[in-house]
């Protein structure tokens, strides 16, 4: 299957990976697990302390999480040197984590700014139906431009329902996870492997009867459930969006700057113009820096430019970006000893996950591929664990794309699917619910959000492991 260059380029700013290039410059073979406990706090302080000190989560989640990024960092300066604290830091800032909150933020304000005028009915059929239609867009325009375009039409159609977090944890779930397997486009792991050598077309040829399954068996399971709870609801409470004359999409003109992202992107793959600049290490390309400066310049143009009524009437705020932001820049800091030390494979602290993957004669175990990229997938960062896994089978596209087919399937549904097993799995996950807990609706905590995934999203992927990976 022949893809045009356009397409298999505009995965290029899709592509953020934090940690993969800190995390190259050390040693992981020499590492001791403890150096992991600092982003095993991070972990743990977002599922645990909203759960059991909601309000001083509220006002101070930034301080908790900035002192378990110091937890590493200044015991880093100590054992390496200052040099190489102050060059890992700069690394993983200007790198990874800028291009991926630049990304994200311009998705998010542009996005922000589309108000759907009329109010939808939250009825079992039109929110499946709203579902469906972001798994599409989510392999064409990525998880989180899908996301965030419809995840407050979606919230607003149900606003008047009693029972609704259901709602956005499926919305989580399809949209913002599952969707995006499709194409590199969708999710960052897809891209890498692009990067590798794995045709565009790729995963479109070998993953679509996979995400059928899980998409097709997610929506019915939604439609189920949110029949049964809309049938028992009975009288609603009343609608506080009422109706409007007639359905229309108001600010329009930041569907034209979404293109300009998408056309960013596409140019920050067709063309990288060589290296202009190196910071702490980091190779920065002057495509990469025209397609950052141009999202800075797309996001200036639907604050400044665009009608402001659409982003009012979307109740447009600041809190869900600030708190990925914060949590995020933790995360990509904290998890830079995690991923040398998987990159060492059988001669890190991590072997015996490396090991688990290989069979007694040598050969890699899709059912254990597929559960292991999974499974850290729902924990760190899906793109550097798709990298992980693609060496450890071989690193050989050419080969994982023919004789070793079910591996590379196996590695790519881990870990895109099992994103979603998390609220952070994946970037769009903690965005989708902040904005729906400030628009009101109350979500699961950390394990109530792996109860729902636990559920729902395991018996899928073990049944799915039983058909394609055994």
Known sequence: MRIPAWAAAAAAGLAAAPGAASAAALDGGALSAAWGLPFAGVLL????????????????????VAGWALAFLLPFAVVFGPAAAATGFVHALVAEYLPFILLVGT?????GGIYLRGNLHGSPALNTGLLATGALLASVMGTTGASMLLIRPLIRANDNRRHNAHVVVFFIFVVSNAGGSLTPLGDPPLFLGFLKGVSFGWTLQHLWPQTLFL???????????????YR???????DPTPDTPRLAIDGGVNLLLLAGVVGLVLMSGLWHGGIAVVVAGAELSWGGLLRDAGLLLLAAASLRLAPQAPRA???FTWAPMAEVAKLFAAIFLTIIPVIAMLRAGTQGPFAAVVAAVTGPDGQPLPAMYFWASGLLSSFLDNAPTY????NTAGGDAAALMTTLAPTLAAISAGSVFMGANTYIGNAPNLMVKAIAEERGVAMPSFFGYMAWSG????????????????
């Open 45 to 64: 302080s977002i599922a645990l302390v909203p759960l059991l000190a909601p309000r001083f989560w509220h006002h101070h989640f930034g301080k908790v």
């Open 387 to 390: 990298l992980v896994f693609f």
């Open 313 to 315: 009437a979307n109740g």
């Open 215 to 229: 998409v097709a068996g997610l929506l019915a399971i939604f439609w189920l459930l949110d029949g049964w709870l």
């Open 455 to 470: 559920a729902v999203l395991l018996p899928l992927f073990a049944l799915m492991t039983w058909v394609w990976f055994r």
């Open 107 to 111: 998705l998010y304000v542009v996005a």
């Open 232 to 238: 028992r609801e009975g009288v609603t409470p009343i």
